[in-house]
């Protein structure tokens, strides 16, 4: 993926927009204020979640578990099996609009890509491209205009006001082709885990959408294994290990901790810090009640460590400045020796980067009684233009034909291409042409239209799948869901922006020795002045609707 500092890349990565105050959550986020339609849960009959019917595919050579532990494969399946045994399409023209992060596609004619997943689907895909900078506009002009609309849209996790009046008024309901038993008519679509349903959400109690899955962890702390091994530090550490650990590795225009630049001033690794410190994911609902992680004194004493590696200057020292590209670069270079970035960024595209320098891994949370944060479980999702049955029909088969899991021919083409042209196997299983680096499911992002769900499989870096996977299996069983994942709140989407600034500019004055640490008591006071405290009765509300 490309890490432009663009405002979607500058939301996910800040640590304001972990904590949910800056990107509400996809379907449900967005508020009702001054716009027609009630898309509030409350007091609604709730289509039931798409029963969940996981696919009986390859034996992995570790299991995943419950708790969001990925399975492992080393090696790629030898035997493939076919998940779509009926017709997809016929013959029509499906048009369909996207988000990208990379250059534009090759046109449909000179696409061999492009033409293969035509054949497939038995449709005509005419794709539109929206550039990730251009994305938000695009989506604005497009909800605003009244036009003919596209026959799939993706929603990425970028804030749109109104997004949920929009979907509810404009877009397909798909609660009776998929709540409950229904989607069992699409067994890939069935595959999809019941948490990515519930990361999307529904509006006024119906299913408006299919989930773009994305694997448990949220913002992780990406590791120089290599540098730490070198220097005696210990994969599972305590908070002291960790500050020495980072001071160690500091020295000789080289640093130990990496910070990306943020929107709103605040620093990415609270996250990180804030987890392993045992702070609640963004929000707690004890007894039905929400309240804000900000409030907790673990989150104070998060913000307490970041501030002591300030003080002995390990951290980065352009860190506020700083692009995420640039970061980026300075840690698969060996610049910094640790970084936080989005667990997706665990991809032959940034081993590749890293070109064997050190082994790649995840830092452990460091508390004795962390809660590591997960994530919502979803990058986006998919609507569908109001039509007959039939037409809904055809287009969640192509849906469904693009969420095909890893194990099957379906998942192949979609995600490498036609063998022999786009990608050739070898011992270490695919290994992809040149031919696969201008024709792609990222530069036609058919992976944004359907996805399945996420496996640990890196051709030609099984020691990496193996840390990783390992990584998962002493963090995510401890690990904490954000309550209010799939949730709404008007004033959030409407004040989300303000909420956030006052958040990250007092972590960053904190952090930063500008404002003592006593004076979080007065951040945590205007955030809920401003309207933090009628989000969280919002929440609540919203969470008693959905239980």
Same mark, same amino acid.
């Given at each position: 993926m490309n890490h432009r500092i663009d405002r979607r890349s500058l939301l996910r990565l800040a640590g304001v927009g972990a904590l949910g105050l800056a990107a509400p959550s996809f379907l449900t986020a967005c508020g009702t204020g001054g716009s027609s339609g009630d898309v509030s849960n409350a007091g609604k009959n709730l289509a039931p979640w798409p029963s969940y019917v996981p696919f009986s595919g390859p034996a992995p050579d570790a299991p995943g578990d419950v708790t969001g532990v990925q399975p492992l494969y080393l090696k790629y399946p030898e035997k493939l099996v076919q998940s779509v045994n009926n017709p997809v399409g016929d013959g029509s023209d499906v048009t369909v609009l996207v988000v990208s992060y990379g250059a534009p596609p090759k046109p449909?004619?000179?696409?061999? /890509?492009?033409?293969?997943?035509?054949? *497939?689907?038995? =449709?005509?895909?005419?794709?539109?491209? =929206?550039? #990730?900078?251009?994305y938000g506009q695009k989506m604005a002009t497009l909800m605003a205009s009244g036009e003919d609309l596209p026959d799939l849209i993706m929603f990425s996790n970028l804030a749109l006001p109104h997004a949920a009046e929009f979907v509810q008024s404009r877009t397909a309901d798909l609660s009776e082709f998929v709540g409950g038993d229904a =989607?069992?008519?699409?067994?890939?679509? *069935?595959?999809i885990p019941t948490y990515a349903w519930k990361g999307m959400g529904r509006i006024g109690g119906k299913i408006h959408g299919i989930p773009l899955e994305r694997p448990m962890p949220a913002n992780s702390l990406f590791v120089n294994r290599s540098a730490m091994d070198a220097a005696g530090i210990p994969k599972d550490w305590t908070t002291e290990q960790y500050l020495d650990g980072m001071k160690e590795l500091t020295g000789d225009n080289k640093w130990g901790v990496g910070w990306f630049k943020t929107l709103f001033g605040g620093l990415g690794g609270i996250t990180y810090h804030a987890g392993s410190l045992g702070a609640p994911n963004t929000w707690s609902a004890d007894g039905g009640k929400f309240s804000h992680t900000i409030a907790t004194p673990e989150f104070e004493q998060a913000m307490e460590v970041m501030r002591k590696l300030v003080e002995t200057g390990t951290h980065y020292p352009d860190s506020l400045t700083i692009s995420s590209t640039d970061m980026q670069s300075h840690f698969y270079n060996g610049t910094v020796a640790s970084m936080n970035d989005g667990f997706g960024s665990v991809n032959l595209s940034n081993l590749s980067k890293i070109n064997g320098r050190f082994a790649l891994d995840l830092g452990r949370p &460091? +508390?004795?009684?962390? %809660?590591?944060?997960?994530?919502?479980g979803v990058f986006g999702y998919v609507t569908f233009k109001k039509a007959e049955s039939a037409r809904i029909?055809?287009?969640?088969? =192509?849906? #469904? &034909?693009?969420? *095909?899991?890893? +194990? %099957? %021919?379906? /998942?192949?083409?979609a995600n490498y291409g036609v063998e022999g042209k786009h990608f050739t196997k070898d011992a270490n299983g695919i290994k992809t042409t040149d031919l696969y680096s201008q024709e792609n499911n990222s530069l036609l992002p058919t992976k944004y239209i359907g996805t399945a769900p996420a496996v640990l499989y890196l051709p030609g870096h099984g020691d990496v799948a193996k840390a990783v996977h390992e990584w998962q299996k002493a963090s995510l069983p401890k690990s904490v869901r954000n309550p209010a994942v799939g949730l709404r709140s008007s004033t959030e989407a409407s004040k989300g922006a303000q909420l956030g600034q006052i958040i990250g500019d007092g972590i960053t004055a904190i952090t930063f020795g500008r404002k003592p640490p006593s004076a979080w008591k007065d951040v945590v006071a205007q955030w809920r002045q401003a309207g933090g405290d009628q989000v969280a009765e919002e929440l609540a509300k919203e969470h008693a609707a959905n239980q």
């Open positions: 449909v004619g000179e696409n061999q /890509y492009w033409q293969a997943i035509n054949k *497939a689907l038995g =449709v005509n895909l005419k794709v539109i491209v =929206v550039p #990730d900078p251009e =989607v069992k008519e699409f067994p890939n679509l *069935a595959n &460091y +508390g004795p009684k962390a %809660t590591p944060w997960q994530g919502a029909k055809l287009l969640l088969r =192509v849906v #469904d &034909y693009l969420s *095909a899991p890893f +194990g %099957t %021919t379906e /998942y192949e083409l």
